[in-house]
């Protein structure tokens, strides 16, 4: 009976709505106001004097930024309590939660990395530059191969880190491993 209309929800406007439906302006109209509804909803950013202040202010923003940089493996708990520490007024971990997020520091778990000495990490870079300019057939003669070991009584020691898009890799955002541990099953495998 209806046609199904794909539409990017900060495209649609009455006047293409009314274009795909082929309809008159009149019987459209009803939409406008819900659609500039929709768009003024759909944006994060806060309007200037709107709604109840902030509790942490730029200034505590960028406290709580360094806080986290000493030691991104803290709780937010722990966060809370050397920001009270500091300050006249004390806030809650609710907001200390909120103004994180807001801010893009995000919990997330840190990203595993082999643990290499800095010898290894610049032979490692050494090689990847010798071998940078090499083409498909070269490529194509290189036998690589990997070993893995699973553990069975796998510890799962929750540490989160805070961290913005794009730091994952540095050390403090990392979790080093080694290959040698409990009982576990080591696999190994080629490919060329």
């Known amino acids: 009976m209806y046609e199904k209309i794909p539409c990017d929800i900060t495209a649609c406007r009455g006047e293409y709505i009314r274009a795909a439906l082929g309809s008159e302006r009149s019987s459209v109209d009803p939409l406008e106001p819900l659609w500039s509804f929709v768009l003024r909803a759909s944006s994060r950013s806060r309007r200037q004097g709107v709604g109840r202040p902030r509790v942490i202010k730029e200034k505590g923003r960028r406290r709580l930024s360094r806080l986290i940089k000493q030691n991104r493996r803290q709780t937010v708990a722990q966060l809370t309590a050397q920001y009270n520490a500091g300050t006249s007024a004390s806030v809650s971990e609710h907001t200390v939660q909120l103004t994180l997020l807001d801010m893009g520091l995000c919990s997330r778990c ?66 080093g491993h080694t290959q040698a541990g409990d009982d576990g099953i080591m696999l190994w495998g080629t490919f060329s």
């Open 110 to 175: 840190p990203t595993r990395v082999p643990l290499l000495t800095k010898r290894q990490r610049q032979l490692r870079l050494q090689w990847a530059q010798e071998h940078r300019d090499w083409t498909m057939d070269e490529w194509k003669r290189v036998s690589l191969s990997d070993k893995s070991r699973f553990l069975i009584h796998h510890v799962d020691g929750r540490v989160r880190v805070r961290r913005l898009p794009g730091e994952h890799l540095l050390p403090s955002c990392t979790a």
